[in-house]
């Protein structure tokens, strides 16, 4: 066998094999429902939190006081 055409096979092979392979991995990521990232998710509840704090501490706020100077 010529190894030109060995070298041309092989490579050949792979190919085949790492599209088959992606294509397997788009076929069970189409299976899978759609989620949102763990860092955004994170990141919504964070926020959501915070405004829960932020209403809470309002709650709390004091009025500001004024001296009034009386001469």
């Known amino acids: 066998m010529n190894p ?8 050949r092979e792979v190919y085949y094999h790492d ?3 992606e294509m397997e991995e788009s076929r ?3 299976l899978l429902p759609p989620h949102q990232s763990m860092s955004r998710r994170t990141a919504g509840r964070l926020g959501m939190l ?11 706020e004091q009025p500001p006081t004024t001296s009034v100077d009386r001469v």
């Open 4 to 11: 030109h055409m060995y070298l041309y096979e092989r490579a």
């Open 19 to 21: 599209l088959r392979r």
């Open 28 to 30: 069970l990521q189409a």
């Open 50 to 60: 915070l405004l829960k704090l932020g209403m809470w501490l309002k709650q709390f």
